[in-house]
């Protein structure tokens, strides 16, 4: 196939580095069109791991310099999957719901940390970063692929769909203190977007919760405020 | 003055954006060399505030488009400030320690929740980035200007300068989920590098501490990380 630099139009996209290469290949296997892997590559354990999964799954690997530096921002990118967009259904626990979320170094971050407090759904509501830039699947590490995430347009959509949800939007003008916040499974965890957050219309689809900070800041980072909510969420337990 | 690119040799560095610029009118105005701003800016109240306390401090105040073009990336920089380089003391209270932390967006994220949970004191160890490049201040949202910041070289030389501090690790193998630890006054919260975190002999020189994770990821990223350990500790109070 002939490789181009990545836009969001296309029904593929880039998983960069020998790591996310390995979640890929573990876990979206069918979505793989084929692996590259450049001449100079050594043989470290990631490399190896790289080449008996591709073995065992059946999957191309091709040596290709050029590709891979089409692509690549960082020279030491030795390890490149292209593979097809997919969806995913949500599975069962709790979820994270994202609406509008615009920095992709957000989301990486975010999905990275979800995934290291096990939550394993992403909700993204309205028109979001793409989740599939490369940019996006590299912040991740790899995480992208072990997670299940789903669009839809408004958040009356998502919640027909999970009625048995109890939903947390985290707001400057919260109801209640993070700290006081009883978790009820099973939730959703609902995060505005960068610039704006949630309109005050959210206090109503539940219990609405703040982070408490001084006055010094305005807001806390979307990464960081998420990563706090899922971190208490899961503190509990 | 002739407005060039910024490089880190550079004595002097650049404050983008109406907030910013005004926590640098408000908090360091001694180290103002001056500042512009578009001849399309606009009337609004950030503007309007710059205008007033450049005058209230006898500041100069510059109209020139190209200036601020010639350094800012986004279009809609309408404010700029000039500003030199400083250093300055620790004051009373906890600190956050970063040993050789390196990506900037991180150390700018790190700044903003700091300042949100009324950190003020930040040291550096060792070869860091550069906290005045103008994407750091900037990331920051003018929070750099409110917290105080030191360098040191090695921990041992931070440690001997503050030896009633205790001291917290926070570490992969730590000794104790932070869920346990008590934060006992005047502390600092230590975190290693993004990609090496910290070594070995750091269990030694306090309690060190990890936030437990799931095993699908490796680490949590830096700046979540250090973001959940000074929650951690202001949640406490």
New interface residues.
């Given amino acids: 196939m002939k490789i181009k630099r990545y836009q969001k139009k296309y029904d593929f996209s880039y998983a960069l580095g020998t790591y996310p290469v390995i979640d890929l290949l573990n876990y979206r296997a069918n979505e793989i069109i084929t692996i590259f892997i450049k001449s100079t590559a050594d043989s470290s354990e990631g490399v190896k791991e790289v080449k008996r999964l591709c073995k065992e799954k059946g999957i191309s690997l091709n040596v290709s310099d050029r590709s891979i530096e089409k692509i690549a921002v960082k020279e030491n990118t030795y390890v490149m999957g292209v593979f097809r967009k997919y969806d995913t259904e949500l599975e069962e626990g709790n979820h994270l719901v994202l609406i509008e979320p615009r920095n992709m ?1 957000n989301i990486g ?1 975010i999905i ?2 979800m ?4 939550f394993k759904n992403l909700v993204l509501i309205g028109s979001s970063a793409d989740i599939f830039d490369p940019m996006v699947v590299r912040s991740t ?1 790899g ?1 992208l692929f ?1 997670i299940n995430f789903k669009h839809y347009n408004t958040i009356q959509q998502y919640m027909s769909g999970y009625p048995k949800y109890n939903l947390y939007p985290f707001m400057l003008e919260g109801a209640k203190d993070i ?1 006081e916040v009883e978790f009820k499974e099973p939730f959703s965890i609902v995060q505005g977007n960068e610039s704006r957050g949630l309109d005050s219309s959210f206090k109503d689809i539940g219990q609405s919760v703040y ?1 408490p ?2 006055e ?3 807001s ?2 979307l ?2 405020a998420t ?2 909510g899922l ?1 208490e969420a899961s ?1 509990r337990k």
Avoid at 115 to 118: M, N
Wanted: proline letters at 0%; a positive charge.
């Fill in positions: 170094g971050t990275r940390t995934l290291g407090f096990s590490m995480a072990r700290r982070i900070h001084s010094d800041i305005d806390l980072n990464a960081i990563s706090i971190w503190r």
